[in-house]
């Protein structure tokens, strides 16, 4: 027992980032499903519902992507000029003079600020690493696409042969609980994406209203540090 229990555990592990991949997929699915729901009471298909709910998303993080990254890359571009200065900066004061003498960060810190080309590099591994966590992060974002396209078009499906694996006689029970709580998934869902758009719409808006470079990033974390109250 034990040994099976230790082998359950290391298989568990070894697939552990695909576990979280599905369990992604199919967390976007169950949210997007009232979406098709909604599409499938109008008479369109299934099919059909599902390529539109998906497209939307899809363009919606297109366009978002389109006023966020331009700024971005302006800005970042920005901190690499105006980066030898702060360092210098840094030089100047007493304090982190004193941290200098102990930890030696200032050089490493200055190298970076003269080649800038090489921190990425050096930051992930070599160019064998930024390859590596670019291609990782696009397999990843693709992989998640298409299980959420399979788990959202074949929902009703996935649920029916779920159910048939139980006992005939715990059927009904089953699938009232399942159904509760795929519910209060939705409604999780549908309860926690206003919110933090909310919060981020109005963290764009304020400082739209003074002369601020680049609001559409600023209020990029807000969606994901906000706390939603149970």
Do not use: W
Request: hydrophobic residues 50%.
């Amino acid at each position: 027992g034990v040994a099976l229990a230790y082998g359950v555990v290391q298989s568990l592990i070894a697939v552990r980032s695909v576990l979280v991949l599905l369990l992604i997929a199919a967390f976007l699915a169950i949210g997007l499903n009232p979406a098709v729901e909604a599409f499938e009471r109008r008479g369109m298909r299934r099919s059909g519902a599902v390529s539109i709910v998906l497209v939307g998303v899809l363009a919606f993080f297109v366009a978002f992507g389109f006023a966020v990254v331009p700024p971005i890359v302006d800005q970042v571009g920005q901190l690499a000029d105006k980066a030898p200065d702060y360092v210098t900066q840094l030089k100047n004061n007493s304090r982190v003079v004193a941290l200098d003498d102990r930890f030696r960060f200032l050089d490493r810190l200055n190298e970076y600020v003269n080649h800038p080309e090489n921190a990425g590099t050096k930051l992930f591994g070599g160019v064998l690493g930024v390859s590596k966590v670019v291609f990782g992060a696009f397999f990843s974002t693709l992989t998640v696409l298409i299980l959420t396209l399979y788990f959202l078009s074949n929902l009703p499906g996935l649920k029916a042969g779920a159910y048939r694996t139980v006992p005939r006689s715990r059927r009904p029970r089953v699938g009232l609980l399942t159904d509760e709580i795929l519910h209060r998934v939705v409604g999780y869902v549908v309860g926690a994406v206003p919110l933090p758009g909310l919060g981020g719409t109005a963290t764009c808006l304020f400082p739209a209203l003074p002369v601020v470079p680049a609001p559409p990033p600023l209020p990029l974390p807000v969606p994901f540090t906000r706390h939603t109250p149970p």
